[in-house]
């Protein structure tokens, strides 16, 4: 049986996107008093996040621009509302985002290429 490549970007979104938020992020939300608060919202924002892979389809542009637009609001949205959250944290964000769905959508198409 095939795995179905929407699991295999979901799976692989969690894997590069926990180790990030955890060494790098979690330090910067700490001085801004941010913590998880329900992994089961954390659970639906990711559902939510790999759901974007029906748009993607494995053209890797296409996956850079939609991490670039989810990151960037998700980035932007909360510079523009938490007082201690900077440009240069949103631009982190952005960054690692548009990153994390082009590694994402590679692996994918890596992946399926392989099963």
Same mark, same amino acid.
């Given at each position: 049986?095939?795995? #179905?490549?929407?699991?295999?970007?979901?799976?692989? %979104? %969690?894997?590069?996107?926990?180790?990030?938020?955890s060494?790098?992020?979690?330090?910067?939300?700490?001085?801004?008093?941010?913590?998880?608060?329900? #992994?089961?919202?954390?659970? %639906?924002?990711?559902?939510?996040? +790999? %759901?974007?892979?029906?748009?993607?389809? =494995?053209?890797?542009?296409?996956?850079?621009?939609?991490?670039?637009?989810?990151? =960037?609001?998700?980035?932007?949205?909360?510079?523009?509302?938490? #007082?201690?959250? +900077?440009?240069?944290?949103?631009?982190l964000?952005?960054?690692? =985002?548009?990153?994390?769905?082009?590694?994402?959508?590679? =692996?994918?198409?890596?992946?399926?290429?392989?099963?």
């Amino acid at each position: 049986m095939k795995v #179905p490549p929407i699991f295999v970007f979901g799976a692989l %979104l %969690l894997l590069l996107d926990v180790p990030f938020i955890s060494t790098v992020m979690a330090p910067r939300y700490a001085t801004l008093g941010m913590s998880m608060q329900s #992994p089961l919202y954390a659970f %639906l924002a990711y559902l939510v996040m +790999t %759901l974007a892979w029906f748009f993607i389809q =494995g053209d890797v542009k296409k996956g850079a621009l939609i991490g670039f637009i989810i990151f =960037g609001t998700y980035a932007f949205t909360l510079a523009a509302i938490l #007082p201690g959250y +900077t440009a240069s944290v949103g631009l982190l964000e952005l960054i690692w =985002g548009t990153l994390l769905y082009t590694l994402a959508t590679l =692996g994918t198409n890596k992946v399926m290429s392989i099963i």
